[in-house]
């Protein structure tokens, strides 16, 4: 199985740090583009940053700044570290993650999606 498991989120103050884990596992040949997205109650789904494999960045502007976004392409995860955390921030938070797998007798592309892990900042 090739999959995307998301870890580090929790309950946080406003103002505190958290670092979201991402790793994808399974007979995985190369990974490209890596993102997170956040959706907050009664809202659509956003992006929030995306990495390419050469270390290229993009933030969302409400999170320039305060949130980084890294990953180890040794490990096959994306990091989001996440500081000066507001109310607004408060969100289930999914990696996602475009794969080529090795099979047999091809290689084939994936679009893959972590189940989320949630994120809650308040006082």
């Known amino acids: 199985q090739v999959q995307l498991v998301e870890s580090g989120g929790g309950f946080v103050q406003p103002g505190g740090s958290l670092r979201l884990s991402c790793a994808a596992s399974?007979?995985?040949?190369?990974?490209?583009?890596m993102g997170w997205y956040r959706q907050a109650p009664g809202k659509q789904r956003e992006l929030v940053a995306s990495?390419?494999?050469?270390?290229?960045?993009n933030y969302a502007d409400s999170v320039k700044g305060r949130f980084t976004i890294s990953r180890d392409n040794a490990k096959n995860t994306v990091y989001l570290q996440m500081n000066n955390l507001k109310p607004e921030d408060t969100a289930v938070y999914a990696c996602?993650?475009?794969?080529?797998?090795?099979?047999?007798?091809?290689?084939?592309?994936?679009?893959?999606w972590g189940q989320g892990t949630p994120v809650t900042v308040s006082s």
């Open positions: 996602n993650a475009g794969v080529v797998i090795k099979e047999p007798s091809r290689y084939r592309y994936l679009e893959l």
């Open positions: 990495i390419t494999t050469g270390g290229n960045t």
């Open positions: 399974g007979s995985i040949f190369s990974i490209n583009v």
